[in-house]
């Protein structure tokens, strides 16, 4: 079918459910055809580099268009975040990845496969650091006051929030569930809180060691899962940002926490959410976090903290946070490129320049199907205790 055809087809689809496409492109053919839409300076430039991108982009489905953008057979260039707002246009239909994914961890238990599906992400020489705040380090959405602000305050202002909702005075005790590259296990040390971590990622337990050594922090991280960690004492806190969206079972969830937590504790979360129960891409189970990973389905945790111990404090959502930060990491991601290129590859930079500008994609888009969230709860106790 003639290209020129299908690019107009998909935008009269897109022009069709949002009222309008605010912004122009162009798509450069390997023949030197060049197929423009939209009367405005192009935001971005699809360039189709052999047949094997054309087919790929002729076949109108997610999975295989990222593989070829990741394979160099497409490129684009300029914003790959309005170029990613098609997304919704096009097809997902990869029934063997979506059902092996939960097949899986019935037939070898849970467990067992999430030490692989977390290195599938976070195992990757810690290349990651490039594009995070410098300061923490911190790979969950930070809390911008503008635009203008950077990911080092973001992630400043952040962690001061996670930090005071939590109640903590100086002595007190916190677990802190995938604590990655330690941004909160450090914010929080600096200010006299023995901080336990927990992580899946050899690469970010290895790294922050060297961090609780070199800054002699009261904190410890460990290598272990969630749902086998069987600490010796309750904490007065706990903190799991960006955590949730791989753990998924919810009742599950609290049912742990509620044994971690002393009484009158509290638990800092934060996680992306969807407005369907179960929506993960093929290409983030694929390539970027795999097996059980989906955005948080908020009725479906809300009813699990209803039916747990816990009590909801607040509820905020951070939507446009989400988007800043991503936006922001994927900007300093493509600036950082030649760097990324010579100390990995190119396929691994395209592969996170698609996790990073898809995912500020996923959170403006005019559907707003996907938006996040950050909760506080507390263990309530008698008040005439």
């Not at 030197?32 to 971005?44: A, C, K, L, R, Y």
């Not at 997304?87 to 990869?94: A, C, G, I, R, Y």
């Not at 020489?125 to 950077?150: H, K, V």
Request: charged share 25%.
């Amino acid at each position: 079918m003639n290209l020129t055809y299908l690019i107009n087809h998909l935008t009269a689809k897109f022009v069709s459910r949002y009222g309008q496409l605010p912004f122009s492109f162009v798509v450069y053919t390997p023949e030197e055809q060049n197929i423009p839409v939209g009367t405005q300076p192009p935001s971005f430039e699809v360039y189709i580099r052999n047949k094997t991108g054309l087919k790929a982009l002729k076949s109108f489905n997610q999975l295989k268009i990222a593989e070829a953008y990741i394979a160099g057979h497409l490129d684009v260039q300029g914003d790959l975040i309005k170029a990613l707002l098609f997304q919704e246009m096009l097809s997902d239909k990869n029934i063997g990845i979506k059902t092996w994914r939960r097949v899986k961890p019935l037939l070898v238990g849970l467990i067992k496969c999430n030490p692989a599906w977390i290195a599938k992400h976070y195992d990757a020489n810690n290349i990651q650091l490039l594009a995070t705040d410098e300061n923490y380090n911190t790979y969950t959405q930070g809390d911008y006051a503008s635009e203008e602000d950077s990911l080092e305050v973001g992630a400043e202002r952040k962690l001061q929030c996670a930090f005071d909702s939590l109640n903590l005075k100086p002595n007190d005790t916190v677990l802190d569930i995938g604590c990655g590259w330690g941004s909160f296990l450090r914010y929080a040390a600096r200010r006299d809180i023995h901080i336990t971590g927990i992580t899946l990622s050899k690469h970010q337990k290895a790294y922050t060691e060297k961090l609780i050594r070199d800054n002699q922090f009261n904190a410890q991280v460990l290598y272990q899962d969630f749902f086998t960690f069987k600490p010796t004492q309750k904490y007065d806190a706990l903190v799991m940002m960006g955590v949730i969206e791989y753990l998924s079972d919810y009742s599950r969830i609290m049912k742990c926490i509620a044994k971690f937590v002393k009484p009158g504790g509290r638990v800092y979360l934060d996680f992306a959410t969807s407005k369907l129960p179960f929506g993960t891409s093929s290409f983030i189970t694929k390539h970027a976090w795999p097996g059980t990973f989906r955005m948080v389905f908020l009725p479906q945790f809300i009813d699990a903290v209803r039916k747990s111990p816990f009590e909801i404090v607040s509820i905020h959502n951070d939507r446009r946070n989400y988007y800043l930060w991503s936006k922001k990491v994927n900007e300093r991601w493509e600036a950082k490129k030649a760097d990324i290129v010579a100390q990995t590859s190119e396929e691994l930079w395209r592969t996170f320049r698609v996790i990073f500008a898809g995912t500020a994609s996923v959170m403006n888009k005019p559907s707003h199907k996907a938006t996040a969230h950050r909760v506080v709860l507390e263990y309530p106790v008698d008040f005439m205790s």
